[in-house]
């Protein structure tokens, strides 16, 4: 047993003191990979960038339609002009053809204008929703890198325990030798070994996985090299203490950005319903359309006559001289188009009361977790109290009993169940260290602001 305690001892002794030139790994530069690499935000950035061309398509609307045709025929063949009598004729020439229409709108029932400011107001929710992602994100990152940080502690005091347990045993190996300690002693003592070098076993096994899954969230390979520096103990309270949570919801409300993206959601949806209904307005619409043709005959022969005259212009003289246009006013009204501008009113009158219903929605849920984020920092607080005096008691207590197991006065299971209470005082403060600074996060994400000791 002293064998495994002590293999374990220097095994992990060597990983941690093994030179490390791979990628240092601190809580700034975690979040900075993740929000580099982690999906939803890449999402979210992708979505901003077609949200963006969504609003450009929009500002099209405003402009006019310009199409260009432009085309050249070759006809070599006999026809028949039928008038009184039926006329062989045998032509050839070549032809050009330009045609330039345009035109823009000048009234739709405001719609191009709404589905403007709907898409401005879309590109707005996704730009909010890329921010909550961020602050999610580094959230999220933030609460594994804290775990890594506390599974290493544990395996710390696991590590400190199992040393207590082997000094013991080396201890008592030489008292039950000279006689002056049981040999039960020695047995209890030897399981105890035991069964603490199993708890370091499961400490190191349960780090190694929790570090994988942080590497996992920040799409890093666990082969690369790599080491954790841990942060300073973040123990120091809030500035000026933590809000009331009403106070708390009302920041939360002017602050969090998926709120902010749920409102921008509706404006949206409204703006969308006056878009359709829009449609029941008539459309006015102005035209310009310019187009010229040119030919030119090789031959062009009428019953054995030819018709072709002494001089032709070229096919680009002739083009243009020969253009002509028209210019349209337009007015179209769908007096009754079979309800369906009807079902577009119906479906964006849906889509704007599903918008404000989530809304409200999430107004109550961050009245929620403001409340629990509030009752977890305090709770967080008294728990980091509590368990730094109880660690200086168990300290305390340890010394002294095993001051008095050393000179006889105390016995084996008195020493053992101090030094088990001294190992559950330093874990359990271990943790309550991770969890205060993990609650002021909390409060940090719940409020949508940085939250600063």
């Not at 990983?15 to 900075?32: H, I, K, M, N």
């Not at 063949?77 to 032809?95: E, I, K, R």
């Not at 395996?155 to 013991?168: F, G």
């Not at 570090?211 to 942060?231: K, N």
């Amino acid at each position: 047993m002293i064998t495994l305690a002590l293999r374990t001892i220097l095994l992990t002794a060597l990983v941690r003191s093994a030179p490390d030139t791979g990628l240092q790994l601190t809580l700034d530069s975690c979040v900075r990979i993740a929000e580099r690499n982690a999906t939803p935000i890449q999402v979210d950035t992708a979505q901003i960038v077609l949200a963006g061309e969504a609003v450009l398509r929009q500002y099209g609307q405003f402009l006019p339609i310009v199409d260009v045709t432009t085309g050249y025929l070759r006809e070599d063949g006999n026809t028949f002009l039928s008038q009184s009598t039926t006329v062989p004729t045998s032509t050839a020439f070549s032809m050009a053809v330009y045609h330039v229409a345009a035109s823009v709108n000048l009234f739709n029932g405001f719609r191009d204008r709404e589905a403007l400011d709907a898409a401005l107001k879309s590109r707005d929710a996704v730009t909010f929703d890329l921010t909550r992602a961020r602050q999610q994100v580094a959230f999220d990152v933030t609460q594994s890198f804290l775990q890594t940080i506390l599974d290493r502690q544990l395996v710390d005091i696991a590590q400190q325990n199992v040393a207590l347990s082997v000094a013991r045993q080396d201890q008592l190996t030489e008292l039950v030798r000279v006689g002056r300690r049981p040999p039960t002693d020695l047995y209890r003592q030897q399981a105890q070994t035991s069964a603490d070098s199993a708890t370091v076993v499961d400490a190191t096994n349960r780090q190694r996985h929790d570090e994988i899954a942080l590497l996992e969230r920040l799409r890093l390979s666990p082969d690369r090299p790599w080491q954790i520096v841990a942060p300073a103990d973040d123990t120091v309270p809030l500035a000026g203490g933590a809000a009331g949570a009403g106070q708390l919801a009302a920041l939360a409300e002017r602050q969090r950005p998926d709120l902010a993206a749920a409102s921008a959601n509706i404006a949206a949806a409204d703006l969308q319903l006056h878009q359709a209904r829009g449609a029941t307005l008539p459309r006015v619409d102005l035209g310009l359309d310019v187009f010229g043709t040119a030919r030119v005959f090789d031959r062009e022969d009428q019953g054995g006559t030819d018709l072709l005259p002494a001089t032709q212009r070229a096919l680009v003289d002739q083009l243009f001289p020969q253009s002509a246009y028209s210019l349209t006013l337009g007015v179209t009204w769908h007096a009754f188009d079979r309800y369906a501008t009807r079902l577009d009113i119906a479906r964006a009158r849906y889509v704007t009361e599903l918008s404000q219903l989530a809304y409200t929605d999430l107004q109550v849920r961050i009245t929620g977790e403001v409340e629990d984020a509030l009752n977890d920092y305090d709770a967080a607080a008294d728990r980091l109290a509590a368990t730094r005096s109880g660690l200086v008691a168990a300290d305390t207590a340890f010394a002294a009993v095993q001051a008095r197991y050393d000179t006889g006065l105390s016995n084996f299971v008195d020493v053992v169940s101090t030094q088990s209470l001294l190992t559950q005082s330093r874990a359990a403060h271990a943790a309550a260290v991770v969890r205060y600074a993990l609650a002021k996060r909390v409060m940090a994400l719940v409020t949508g602001v940085p939250v600063e000791p």
